[in-house]
């Protein structure tokens, strides 16, 4: 198929752009290289079904020949980005997301959205299940992201009902692996930068907060599935492993054979207290669930951190 992959030179959309290629589609990468890095692509320069286009999918976009797929993972993802850049991200959730549809629309294209569980806030109900309604804070710190999302999702569901298009919405919970950005700000990335660098690590409240970590093939292999399935309404993708703040940071320490000491900080606001995936939809509609385990998943990662920074030096 001929696919469109916005976000691409993102930590997912990269990691999403190899999966379909080796799946023999071929992909036209877009990303305006706001919090992306065209170095995540590079590998795939040269590919005869790669194409990339620098572009802000806020602004009009016409594109010749067929499109048969159009995935949007465009958006800031971590806290740090999208705190840094709250504007961008209402506007890459709301005409980015509709620009797209419309994409998808002129072309007679698929189109998936990538959500988020942060759809669900700092949640009542436990696990979550795509039918909670969420607990979200739309004046609060967090709000850009948490409502261009929500309003992604509203859209997207508008589009399918109201000219019967073929969409699918993945909520994504939270994701690890090779090409996460040391600085992003997320609880990976920042635990490994201070492990490997033997460095005090810091945790936010007293660690029992939980969190619950899928390794990227596996979350890309979800989304594909997805991709090809019929379901119209959200599916939680995520592994639903649970784990507090203060365990993995021991994990980290462990796998990384680092002495560092921990740090506690404030809990910053409307900051989750448990998130924890109901994966049972995915289960039962795309036969997925998560095979990678958190100790190969991050020796995978510490691997790839390890060559960064070597490379930085």
């Avoid at 691409?8 to 992306?36: P, Q």
């Avoid at 309604?133 to 589009?159: H, I, Q």
């Avoid at 990662?301 to 960064?308: L, M, P, S, V």
Wanted: with cysteine; net charge negative; glycine share 8%.
């Amino acid at each position: 198929m001929h696919i469109v992959v916005a976000g691409a030179a993102g930590f997912i959309g990269s990691h999403l752009c190899e999966r379909l290629l080796n799946d023999g589609h071929s992909v036209l990468a877009i990303d305006n290289l706001l919090t992306g890095s065209e170095q995540n692509l590079t590998h795939l320069t040269g590919h005869p079904g790669f194409e990339f286009l620098r572009h802000d999918i806020t602004l009009p976009l016409a594109l010749n020949g067929p499109v048969d797929v159009v995935m949007n993972l465009a958006s800031p993802a971590s806290p740090k980005d999208y705190m840094e850049h709250p504007i961008e991200t209402l506007d890459v959730g709301s005409l980015g997301t509709r620009r797209m549809l419309d994409l998808a629309r002129v072309k007679s294209a698929r189109f998936l959205l990538t959500s988020t569980s942060e759809c669900y806030g700092d949640p009542l109900e436990h696990p979550q299940v795509e039918t909670y309604w969420g607990n979200v804070n739309p004046v609060g710190p967090r709000s850009c992201y948490d409502e261009s999302k929500r309003f992604a999702e509203a859209l997207t569901m508008a589009y399918h009902r109201k000219y019967g298009m073929a969409t699918n919405i993945a909520r994504i919970f939270n994701t690890y692996g090779p090409r996460m950005k040391l600085d992003d700000g997320r609880v990976v990335p920042a635990f490994l930068d201070q492990a490997l660098k033997d460095e005090p690590m810091t945790i936010f409240g007293d660690g029992s907060q939980t969190r619950s970590f899928c390794y990227v093939s596996d979350l890309v292999d979800g989304l594909v599935r997805l991709m090809l399935s019929d379901e119209r309404y959200p599916v939680n993708l995520g592994n639903p492993r649970e784990i507090t703040i203060l365990e993995f940071a021991q994990e980290i320490r462990r796998l990384t054979g680092a002495s560092s000491k921990f740090v506690y900080q404030p809990l910053p606001q409307d900051d989750p207290t448990r998130r924890r995936p109901d994966i049972s939809k995915a289960r039962r509609l795309l036969g997925w669930e998560p095979r990678i385990s958190l100790e190969e998943g991050l020796q995978n990662t510490i691997e790839y951190f390890r060559k960064q920074q070597i490379t930085a030096a």
